[in-house]
């Protein structure tokens, strides 16, 4: 994913503060914002060799060959659940362990409600996201002799 999610967050938060007037429920309610960069990234700009720790929390651009890549898999990024005895629905929100950019959350999926009536699991008002894994190596014709 090429966006930075505290950018992407404050993008999303400014937008749904604009004071637009509409009657019904804005579309933009749900919709996640995102930010992409490009452009030169100077010192920034390393092989794999050159990941070092001191490029930690910083925006960096990895240049290299992908030699081992996963296919893509769906990560689940929120779900709804309908319970058809109260006509409820219920929407939790998931985030990994390693994610930083999404505080709270859970990562159990609910089978039931709070009264313990069975959900069924929406997957069209769900989101998810893409995931896949990538190895790089760094370039023959840019490594050190």
Avoid: W
């Avoid at 400014?14 to 010192?43: C, Q, T, W």
């Amino acid at each position: 994913a090429e966006y930075l999610p505290a950018f992407a967050d404050a993008l999303g938060s400014y937008i749904r503060n604009l004071p637009i007037k509409h009657d019904v429920a804005s579309p933009m309610d749900d919709d996640d914002f995102f930010v992409g960069v490009e452009g030169a990234f100077g010192a920034h700009h390393i092989s794999p060799r050159g990941l070092l720790s001191e490029f930690l929390q910083k925006l960096v651009v990895v240049e290299g060959i992908i030699t081992k890549c996963s296919v893509v898999t769906p990560k689940i990024m929120s779900s709804v659940h309908f319970c058809e005895a109260t006509k409820e629905t219920i929407k939790r929100t998931y985030r990994a362990p390693t994610e930083l950019s999404t505080l709270g959350g859970t990562m159990i999926m609910p089978t039931t409600d709070e009264k313990g009536n069975p959900v069924s699991f929406e997957f069209g008002l769900s989101k998810f996201r893409d995931l896949q894994r990538i190895t790089i190596q760094e370039m023959p014709e840019r490594a050190p002799p």
